[in-house]
């Protein structure tokens, strides 16, 4: 019984063939969304870093005016 409730539940009506591999390749764009985005961000956050280096050494500290 829970055999063929799976298999009806796989085969979702006779579109099971289409239904299936859509869910698969939405799931790996996805991903890959996921993992450019993620990878952006590293970079944009590094290049700002970097950018802000040079003025975080030059800047006097709030404690530093005296």
């Known amino acids: ?4 409730s799976m298999q009806d539940f796989l085969h ?3 579109y ?6 859509a869910y698969i390749l939405v ?11 993620r990878r ?5 956050q590094a ?4 950018l ?3 003025h975080r050494q030059s800047a006097p500290e709030a404690g530093d005016e005296a």
């Open 47 to 50: 290049e700002l870093d970097s």
């Open 40 to 44: 952006f961000v590293r970079a944009a």
């Open 16 to 21: 099971g063939n289409f239904i299936w591999p």
């Open 12 to 14: 979702m009506g006779g």
């Open 52 to 54: 802000d280096r040079p």
């Open 1 to 4: 019984m829970i055999m063929n």
């Open 27 to 37: 799931t790996v764009v996805l991903g890959g969304l996921l993992i450019t985005s």
